[in-house]
Structures are given as C-alpha cells and as structure tokens.
C-alpha cells in the first residue's frame, strides 16, 4: 500500500491494526470504521447547566463529563466544566486540523438579545442537547474522536490559556483553503450527486421546519378557543341541577384535552424543531466539506497541468508537490466518502427517532384525551342506570 | 299489546339519510330485528360495503357499527354514538303515546321544486316526503308494508306550529329546525339549498313531528293527524279551526308591557332560567363553531407533511419506502378533520333543540303573565264597582263620576233613576263576578297543565341533554382512536426507514 496514513489520526492499535488488513478496498475501510466505533471506549456526556455571574459577563457553563479506556487518556475519568465559548473553540480547531473531515455542527452562537432570553430554562436545556449531541457525535467519530484538541477540551481544567490565539488562528488556516484560484474541470459524479442530494434534502427540511410551525400556530390559536369552550360549560352548570354533575364533567375534560395539547406544543417546539434546525445546520458544514474538496482537487488539476506543460518543456520530472496533492486529493475523497456513508447511516437514525418521537407525542397526547373522556362517560352513565334502577323501584 | 311494536325502527331515520327510497331492502328487516334487541349490543352485520352504499349524505352514523372503532367499551357497556343519539328517540317513544302505537313516522327524503309563489313569482324550495305506516311487527322474512306517504313544504311545518302554540299556548310547543343555517363554522354551507343542510333539515323535521307524536296532549290533536295523512286538505282544515284570529291577538298580547303584580314565582324562575339556558347555548355553539374552524386548520396543515415526506422520499434510498408511506397517513389523517366536524354537527343540532325550546318555554311563562294580569285586571274592575254601588247608595261620592257631578250640578236625581242606576251596577257586579272566577278557574288551570308540561319538559331536557353529553363524549373518544391508529401506523412507518 503506497498510499501514506494521516497523519493527524494517532489511530487506537487495534484500528490501526484492522486497516494494515486490508487492501485497496474502501468500501471494507467504511465497513470497518464502523467496526471500530461499535467497540465503544469514549463516552461522553454534557449536563447540568449553572448560571455564572462576574462583572464582566454573565454565562452558563456545562459539565462534561468523560470516561474513557484509551491510552491517549491519562485517566479513565473527566469532569470538566465547559461554556459555549470553549466548545467553538474545540470546532475550529477540528476544522482546521481535519478539513478533511465532516464536523457535527454547533448550535447557534448567536441569539437576538430581545428576541430570546438566552438564560431561560428552554433556551438552555435546547442549547445543552445541541452541545451534548455535538460531543457525542465527535466522539464517535473514528478518526475526529483521536483528536488531541478533543483530548484537551475533554481532559484540561482551564482552557482559557489555550484559547489565547483561536481567532486569529482560524482566520489564518481557513485562508489556506481558498487556494489561488484554481478551477475545477470535472467533479467526479458521486461528489456531484451528494451535492444536489444535500440541496434539495436541505429544502425539505426547510418545508418542514416551516410546517412545524405553522402547526404549532394554528395548535395555539386552537387552545384559545378550546379554553373559552370549557368555561361555556362550567358556566352553564352554575344554572342547571341534575345537568350540573355532566356538565362539570365536559368542563374538566376539555380542561384536559388543552393541558394535553399544550404538552404536545411544548413538546415539539423544544425538541422537535431545533433538532431539525441543528440538521439544516449540518447540512451545511457538509456542503462546507464538499467545497474544500473541490479546492483541494482544483488545485492538484492545476498543478499538475502546470507540471505537464514544463515537462515538456525540459523534462524535469513531476514535482513532489503534485504528487503530494494528488495524495491530498484521494485522501480527501476517501475520508468523504467514509465520512458520507456515516453520516447517511447516522441521518437515517436521527430522523428515524425524530418522526418517530413526533409520532409518539401526538399519540401520547390523543392517549391522554381519550382516557379523560372515557372516564366522563363512566360518570355518567353511572347516574344513568342510577337513575334507572331509583325509577323502576 | 307487544311492547315492541311501538318502538319506532330507528334504522328509518338512518337508512333514509340518503335521498333514494331504500325501504325495500333485506336491510330494513336485519336492521329492524336488530333495532328490537337490547339496546346496549351493537350488533348489526351490514357490511361495509353497505355502508358506503347507504351513507349518501354521508354524515350520519348508523345504528350498524359493525367495525369496533367507534365502540367505546367503558365497563360492560358497549355504546356508539349513534346508539346514544338513538336512546333519546326511545326515550320519546317510550311515553308510548296512543299515535304512536298507531303509526310509524317519518320523514323519508327530501326534494326540490320550482313553482310561482303568492306574488306569481317562480321560486325553488324544497319539500319533505313524510311516510306513515300502521306499526305492527313485521313476521320473518316478509316484506314491511308500503307506507303512505304526502309531501310538505317548510312553510306547512310553521303553519302547524303556530296552530299548535295558539291552541295549546300551556305547552311548550317543540321547536322546528332552524330556518337559515346559523353558527355555522366556515366549511359548513350557509345555503339553505346546500344537501349537507337539507339532509339535517330532513331530520330535525322528522325529530320535530316525533316529538308533537309522543307529547301525551298534542299527539291527540285531529289537525296534527291530518298534517300526517291529509296531503290536500289540510290546510283548509288548519284555517277552518279559526286559529288565525287567535295568532293576531296572541302576538299583540305577548310583545304588550304590562307588569303583574303578584307574579307566580315559579314562572318567574322558570324564565330566567330559561333566559340564562338561551344565552349560554348560543354562547356554547358559537365557541363550538370557532372550535371547529381552530380543529380544521390543526388537521389540514398536516396534509402538507405527506406532500413534503413525499418529495423527500424521492431522493432516498432506505429511508424512501418509509417516508413514503407515513406521507400517506398524514394525508388520511388531514382528512379525517371532515368526517369528525361533520359528525359534530349533530351535537351543535341538539343543542339548537333546546335553545329553540326555551324560546317555547318563555312563551309559555309569558302567557301565565298575560292570564295573570287579565285576572287581576278583572279583580281590580269588580272592586271598582262594588265601590261604585256602595257610594250610590250611601249617596256619599268617593269616585269621580260624571253623572255624578252633573246630577250635583243638575239636581239630584230621582229615586227611581238611581235604583236603575243600582241594579244595572248590580248586573255588571255579578258579571264580573262570574267573569273573576272564570278567568280564576282558567288561571288555575292554565298554572296546573302548564307546570305539568313543564315537569314533563325539565325530565326531557336533563335526559336528552345528558344523551347528547355522552353522545358528545363518545364522539371524542372515536377522535381520539383515529388519531392514535393514523400515527401509530406513522409511526410504524417511521421505524421502518
């Protein structure tokens, strides 16, 4: 196998071991991959958000806590506390030092200060399952996961230091990838067919987005209404005798029902909505990783065509350079490729459990509806054959 | 007498909701035998493809439900809601009037004609056939006799109405169907000739002519049993019986003012209930309707998730199948939204029942007031003349009367012009003595019959209203089901991408 390692993977022995395996067999690289992250031996976990008050700022760290069983580690345990702030950091970092990589997505930064009040519960418990999901998904990650700056976000009490230089940094490398200006000739067609996947997918999750929405308003004004309803009758009992018990009865159900309905609406907008958002999001740093690619292809072409035409010239023989591009460039595509199967693998689960968590709560809140109903109708029937039974004697 | 004959075959009023004559089917007779067995077993066979071929209108709800959705099973009862909408006609019937024991009522279909009306202008409404037949039980297997059948127009109900409120102004006279579609939520038509209409008109008609045949004094009325079986003549009949006269003065009298001054205080109570019952039901169907508009727009924005799963299932490969599918479910369950608000239209009409009634029950309240205060007029008129008498003959003037003054101005008058004078008082004092215990025996009377009917009517309310509760309940709980079948077969779905 001429094709070089990355270098920036420090790979664990045993999956170190499984890829010397192989042969040129990418598809068995993927299968592989996955092979490895199955055998877990990172865990990871963001919770308990605390509000911190200086007299500069005001900000919420996380606890993240880590257990692990690699060797990188010089624990097998971790806690840390983390802001925002810092898990920025851990992502540019990524980015800069795998641009070959697919880098989960981040929520947010930033929020409209009026808009959204950035301390309140549900601001920050949807926040802290973005984060979790964030770590969670680059810890998994059989090559991102052996990332030393993940090891020091993980492991390092105080970060601060460290981040003295990440924005000048990032700055910095991301120029790098703008290369000078090369065009690309010929993309080869499963990168093309990603792309126009990844634009139209980005729609629909667009329309849904907007459906969702609109659900949640039209399930609002429906619970204004369906609130007066229910006093209509508790009002009307206040007037009847034998009816009052029945009506009453209907009073408290509906009274029921919009608890229910409300759940539900909560329920959607905290975990249903950001989480297609958070995907949106992905989307992009996806498209992000395709555009590099691109570059890095781009310039390879160009360098090579530049070769060819001195070579003719005086027949100096291919520079390194080209070579090492074209080593770029099949590295880049093989960790796409192995970072696309992944991501598909791993879309399809997370859309699995979303639809299926949106199904469950509207179930959920039907089941809730029909138990309150079922147990008006018992009520009155009751009265019913008391009635029966007090006419017959 | 077998009790069951006079039990009115429910199924006439269901398998009449389409506008074809079905009377002659091999239906009538399962579902009939099956309409006589208790009441609490759903146990009708007509298959569903029946049931599609029987629901033309498509809103009402059989008495059949074969499939167990719509079942709710609360301890051992086993009740739909058509059931329980049923159980207020049986409780109608039950009273087992003698009309009723006569005859079978229904009104079978409706239809539109076009004819000149009295200003010779062409106009299009709609007529109702209604069907009589003798109720008897039909033997095995053979076939129910042809029922007699006339048609009436709208316009003829009123007129009977308003027959039975002049003649019977003790009893509160059951309400017709409304006339305009009101409190109507946006889908709903507010044509009078849109079907949806027509058909709940067709049974609030039906309803109406029910209720007049199982009151224990209106079903004895000979113009009523004409308005059944005298398609032609009736309306002379109607006129002949002089009501109009009556209608002119019974209008003028229940919009006069006058105040009573010993009002009954059960009849004042009475209408302030019926007052608050008014405005709070006309409260209740106007959030209901807005309800419904809310309900509709939840389920129909749905609908976009099975386009947009569609469109998104193209561009996968696993996942696609899936999507595919739970887009279908969402589809169904968009709608579901019209069957469900159709089916409420049935409450929302029973509601509008009894807030019709109340208009009856302060008709009734207003007619003691109006009997009342006539009495008390006439009690107020004989003590004026009596005074009258006693000041002639003691000769010492306490009232004011002209040929008082001017016989102190002319002269007194003469012994014999006084005792004239005296006994022409003393015929008037003893007609209005008679007239005072007349109009006292028929105040009586009148308080008697109409609290009566009023018992009659409160036991009826509280039954019918708690009926419509369950029947309300029921109808939710069915909602409930379709909505969780439709998302856990998303669901599954789902789990499968």
């Known amino acids: 196998m001429a094709r070089q390692l990355r270098l920036s993977s420090p790979a664990s022995a045993s999956s170190l071991f499984n890829r010397l395996q192989l042969d040129d067999d990418l598809e068995a690289d993927v299968r592989d991959l996955y092979a490895s992250t199955e055998t877990r031996d990172l865990f990871v976990t963001v919770d308990d958000p605390k509000k911190h008050v200086s007299t500069m700022e005001t900000y919420i760290t996380y606890r993240v806590s880590t257990k692990t069983t690699r060797i990188e580690f010089d624990l097998p345990e971790y806690c840390v506390r983390r802001r925002y702030q810092d898990f920025d950091w851990l992502r540019i970092k990524l980015e800069d030092s795998q641009p070959t990589h697919l880098i989960p997505p981040l929520p947010e930064k930033f929020v409209m200060k009026g808009v959204v009040d950035r301390f309140s519960e549900e601001f920050v418990e949807t926040r802290m399952k973005a984060l979790d999901k964030f770590l969670k998904r680059v810890a998994d990650h059989p090559v991102l996961s052996f990332n030393p700056h993940l090891n020091a976000f993980l492991s390092v009490k105080d970060l601060n230091k460290r981040q003295g230089l990440a924005l000048l940094t990032k700055v910095g490398e991301s120029v790098k990838h703008v290369a000078g200006g090369y065009k690309l000739r010929a993309r080869p067609a499963e990168f093309c067919a990603m792309g126009e996947y990844l634009d139209t997918f980005s729609q629909k999750l667009g329309t849904i987005d907007r459906i969702a929405q609109r659900i949640l308003k039209e399930q609002s004004e429906y619970l204004t209404e369906l609130r007066e309803y229910g006093t209509v009758y508790s009002s009307w009992a206040t007037s009847e005798e034998e009816l009052q018990r029945p009506l009453e009865g209907v009073a408290s159900c509906v009274k029921t029902c919009c608890g229910a309905l409300e759940d539900q609406s909560e329920s959607m907008s905290q975990d249903f909505l950001p989480v297609l958002r958070e995907y949106v999001l992905y989307i992009e740093s996806m498209k992000n990783v395709l555009r590099k690619r691109d570059q890095t292809q781009a310039e390879y072409e160009g360098r090579l065509e530049a070769a060819i035409l001195r070579k003719q010239e005086d027949r100096t023989p291919m520079p390194v350079e080209v070579e090492k591009c074209q080593d770029k460039v099949e590295c880049f595509n093989a960790d796409l490729k192995a970072d696309w199967e992944r991501w598909q693998s791993n879309k399809r689960q997370d859309f699995k459990q979303l639809l299926t968590g949106m199904a469950d709560r509207n179930i959920n809140h039907y089941e809730k509806c029909q138990a309150a109903w079922e147990s008006l109708i018992t009520l009155l029937q009751d009265k019913q054959t008391e009635d029966k039974t007090s006419e017959t004697n | ?497």
């Open chain 2, 1 to 497: 007498m077998d009790p069951e004959a006079y039990r009115i075959p429910l199924i006439h009023i269901w398998a009449h909701n389409h506008l074809q004559p079905m009377r002659e089917g091999p239906n009538d007779i399962t579902t009939r035998a099956c309409a006589q067995q208790s009441r609490a077993v759903p146990s009708l066979s007509a298959s569903s493809a029946d049931k599609q071929q029987h629901l033309g209108g498509g809103q009402m709800m059989m008495a059949d439900s074969g499939s167990t959705e719509e079942v709710a099973v609360i301890g051992n009862t086993d009740i739909t809601s058509a059931e329980s909408e049923n159980n207020i006609i049986n409780t109608m019937v039950e009273r087992g009037t003698a009309l009723l024991r006569k005859m079978e009522i229904n009104v079978a279909e409706a239809e539109k004609r076009t004819g000149k009306n009295t200003v010779n202008m062409q106009e299009t409404y709609t007529v109702y056939l209604i069907e009589t037949r003798p109720a008897e039980t039909i033997p095995e297997g053979a076939m129910p006799a042809a029922p007699d059948t006339l048609w009436r127009r709208y316009s003829e109900f009123e007129l009977l109405r308003t027959y039975l409120l002049v003649t019977f102004p003790y009893i509160i006279i059951p309400p017709l169907p409304e006339k305009r579609a009101e409190f109507v939520w946006h889908k709903l038509s507010a044509d009078n000739l849109d079907p949806d209409f027509v058909e709940r008109r067709r049974v609030g008609l039906e309803n109406f002519l029910l209720r007049v045949a199982s009151h224990p004094v209106l079903s004895n009325d000979q113009i009523f049993f004409l308005f059944l079986t005298e398609e032609k003549g009736w309306r002379e009949a109607v006129l002949d019986t002089g009501f109009q006269d009556k209608v002119d003065s019974r209008l003028k009298s229940l919009s006069a003012m006058f105040r009573v001054k010993n009002p009954d205080k059960r009849f004042t109570a009475l209408k302030q209930y019926s007052d608050e019952l008014n405005t709070v039901i006309s409260q209740l169907l106007r959030v209901r309707a807005r309800v419904a508009d809310r309900m509709y727009g939840v389920y129909k924005v749905h609908g976009n998730y099975g386009r947009v799963f569609s469109e998104w299932s193209a561009i996968e490969k696993e996942m696609g199948d899936g999507l595919q599918s739970a887009g279908h479910h969402m589809d169904t369950y968009a709608a579901s939204i019209d069957d469900i608000l159709e089916e409420e239209e049935h409450y929302a009409d029973q509601l509008k029942e009894y807030l019709f009634y109340t208009d009856a029950v302060r008709s009734v309240c207003r007619k003691n007031e109006l009997i009342q205060y006539e009495l008390e007029m006439e009690v107020q008129d004989l003590a004026h003349k009596k005074q009258q008498k006693e000041e002639l003959l003691t000769g010492t003037v306490r009232i004011f009367s002209l040929k008082g003054m001017t016989s102190k101005l002319f002269g007194q008058e003469s012994q014999e012009q006084r005792e004239s004078r005296v006994a022409a008082l003393d015929q008037s004092i003893h007609e209005g003595e008679e007239t005072v215990l007349q109009k006292n025996k028929e105040c009586k009377e009148f308080v008697r019959s109409a609290w009566e009917d009023i018992e009659r009517f409160k036991e009826q309310k509280d039954k019918d209203l708690r009926e419509a509760l369950i029947s309300y309940a029921i109808m939710q709980i069915s909602m409930c089901k379709k909505g969780i079948q439709v998302w856990s077969n998303a669901k599954e779905c789902f789990n499968k991408m």
